[in-house]
């Protein structure tokens, strides 16, 4: 019986097939967490949501913002819909696309198995907030998604701000402050407010940003939090945070981390040959 989180997959379907037949994945006794992201750039993300889906019993997701993207174009018009990328599109015209999107939309923004002592999100955790704090803001995001209201908040899901968390904080504001944080963050100031251009490597930031796991006066969490969303961090482990995107997309790798084990340890499979990372990077 064995728990692996896996990294970013955004429709590297031979890859994640190779990966679970590298873990001996057996759905009668092994669960498998998804960081997010699990659609998109990769070629064949219909075949990956089929995947992950037939899988559900024994998965848990928390939706990434290439996921999130799907769903709120989803939300509109067949005409408009007809308009994005060709792998997307495989997804929106499916015959199953209804049942596909439906499950999409009903999964997680946050996981927290306090058995395991694990966490998993796809970007981070704001600095200011406590574990029990990200909890429920995740679960009123989750709720609104879900409810009969939830295409309102799709449809207003894009945009930059507020791109700093405070309670005081209302309605979609809200909501999108909460959502930025948990799928879209990288780096950000002292005060907490997101730097949505900064995609490098630490260290090549501008002065001021930091990492959104080494912000000066953090919230410390008992808690050890596996993410992704950070192709060019790759793996990294350190101050209680496993970042896993290692850009199977761009020509890496797709790592798996096992979280039952005393010690996390690593199971990763190479990038199909053709991938790489376009002029300008990605994310």
């Given at each position: 019986?064995?728990?692996?989180?896996?990294?970013?997959?955004?429709?590297?379907?031979?890859?994640l097939?190779?990966?679970?037949?590298?873990?001996?994945?057996?759905?009668?006794?092994?669960?498998?967490?998804?960081?997010?992201?699990?659609?998109?750039?990769?070629g064949q993300?219909l075949?990956?949501?089929?995947?992950?889906?037939?899988?559900?019993?024994?998965?848990?997701?928390?939706?990434?913002?290439?996921?999130?993207?799907?769903?709120?174009?989803?939300?509109?018009?067949?005409?408009?819909?007809?308009?994005v990328?060709?792998?997307?599109?495989?997804?929106l015209?499916?015959?199953?696309?209804?049942?596909?999107?439906?499950?999409?939309?009903?999964?997680?923004?946050?996981?927290?198995?306090?058995?395991?002592?694990?966490?998993?999100?796809?970007?981070?955790?704001?600095?200011?907030?406590?574990?029990?704090?990200a909890?429920?803001?995740?679960?009123?995001?989750?709720?609104?998604?879900?409810?009969?209201?939830?295409?309102?908040?799709?449809k207003?899901l894009?945009?930059?701000?507020?791109?700093?968390?405070?309670?005081?904080?209302?309605?979609?504001?809200?909501?999108?402050?909460?959502?930025n944080?948990?799928?879209?963050?990288?780096?950000?100031?002292?005060?907490?407010?997101?730097?949505?251009?900064?995609?490098?490597?630490?260290?090549?930031?501008?002065?001021?940003?930091?990492?959104?796991?080494?912000?000066?006066?953090?919230?410390?969490?008992?808690?050890?939090?596996?993410?992704?969303?950070?192709?060019?961090?790759?793996?990294?482990?350190?101050?209680?945070?496993?970042?896993?995107?290692?850009?199977?997309?761009?020509?890496?790798?797709?790592?798996?981390?096992?979280l039952?084990d005393?010690?996390?340890h690593?199971?990763?499979?190479?990038?199909?040959?053709?991938?790489?990372?376009?002029?300008?990077?990605?994310?």
């Amino acid at each position: 019986m064995a728990t692996y989180a896996i990294g970013d997959v955004q429709g590297c379907y031979p890859e994640l097939q190779r990966l679970l037949d590298k873990l001996r994945f057996d759905p009668a006794r092994d669960t498998l967490w998804f960081c997010g992201d699990l659609v998109n750039r990769g070629g064949q993300s219909l075949e990956t949501l089929r995947l992950i889906h037939a899988l559900r019993e024994n998965v848990i997701v928390t939706l990434g913002n290439h996921d999130l993207s799907l769903l709120a174009v989803a939300q509109r018009r067949p005409e408009a819909q007809a308009k994005v990328n060709p792998e997307l599109r495989a997804v929106l015209f499916a015959d199953d696309a209804p049942v596909l999107l439906e499950w999409l939309r009903n999964q997680k923004l946050l996981h927290h198995d306090a058995a395991l002592g694990w966490t998993m999100v796809h970007a981070g955790l704001a600095p200011s907030w406590t574990l029990r704090q990200a909890q429920r803001i995740a679960t009123d995001i989750e709720r609104a998604l879900t409810g009969p209201q939830h295409g309102r908040l799709l449809k207003n899901l894009f945009g930059n701000r507020p791109g700093q968390w405070s309670n005081r904080l209302q309605g979609i504001d809200r909501l999108r402050a909460g959502i930025n944080m948990m799928t879209r963050m990288r780096y950000c100031d002292v005060e907490g407010r997101i730097d949505f251009e900064s995609k490098g490597v630490p260290g090549s930031q501008r002065p001021g940003l930091y990492p959104w796991f080494e912000v000066p006066g953090m919230r410390r969490r008992d808690t050890r939090i596996v993410c992704g969303h950070w192709s060019a961090l790759g793996r990294f482990a350190g101050l209680g945070i496993y970042a896993i995107d290692t850009g199977c997309v761009w020509g890496g790798t797709l790592t798996a981390l096992r979280l039952d084990d005393e010690e996390p340890h690593y199971v990763g499979v190479p990038a199909e040959p053709h991938r790489k990372r376009p002029p300008g990077g990605g994310d």
